[in-house]
């Protein structure tokens, strides 16, 4: 089992453009979700899956979109880079519902100038 | 609105002492508690969970903690700290269908 795994793991963007940040995960879980960490703010959900076909938001969802097409794919869209983006993305994944334990990927880390 | 507050934003901890952080919660029935750790780069892997039952818990690496229900706390514990659990914990409260919410972590360092 690789678990969950992130490509890529940096990148530097300049203002404007867009990317997509890869998420994939190899436990047949049912949940996954996308967070940013930045210094001293801890963990803030951007967006969450419960399954193939269904997204919501999470607490800092502008600036980003999200599709989940297959149980194993979570790519977490940025349109129109802006440094306030600067940040450590990781992806997570799940078993039960949202509020049990999580499996991370190992992390993105984005800079946008 | 549920949240988690970790007062202690750097710990320093000689090799070989005791060690405790602290996490305390607000969330309005009986939470699922966590704590996790992130090692510099990596991504957070989950130390211990505390769903219901005995509110001591042991996790891996030598870790416990304790549930207080009243005082809302959730203080992750290690007798002996060795320099490899240098690195950042993070206490988080979730339960059910409510979302995972994370402190804002407490970073350990350890003196040889």
Known sequence: ?????????????????SMT???????????????????GMGLKLIYYS????ITDKGEVPNGYNVSRSTTEDFPLRLELAAPSQTS????ASSTFPLGDEQFF????????? | AQ??????????????????LRCNYSYGATPYLFWYV??????????LKYFSGDTLVQGIKGFEAEFKRSQSSFNLRKPSVHWSD???????????YQKVTFGTGTKLQVIP
């Not at chain 1, 795994?5 to 203002?15: A, D, N, V, Y």
């Not at chain 2, 507050?5 to 320093?12: E, F, K, L, M, N």
């Not at chain 2, 090692?39 to 130390?47: C, I, T």
Request: proline residues 5%; aromatic residues 10%.
């Open chain 2, 3 to 20: 949240s988690v507050t970790q007062p202690d934003i750097h710990i320093t901890v000689s090799e070989g002492a005791s060690l405790e």
């Open chain 2, 86 to 96: 240098a690195a950042e914990y993070f206490c988080a409260v979730g339960g059910g």
């Open chain 1, 21 to 39: 940040l890869q998420c994939t995960q190899d436990m047949n879980h049912n949940y996954m979700y996308w967070y940013r960490q930045d210094p």
């Open chain 1, 1 to 17: 089992n690789a678990g969950v795994t992130q490509t890529p793991k940096f990148r530097i963007l300049k203002i404007g453009q």
């Open chain 2, 38 to 47: 992130q090692s510099p780069g990596q991504g957070l892997q989950l130390l």
């Open chain 1, 105 to 113: 990927g190992p992390g993105t880390r984005l800079t946008v100038l």
């Open chain 1, 50 to 53: 419960v399954g193939a076909g």
């Open chain 1, 88 to 91: 450590v993305y990781f992806c």
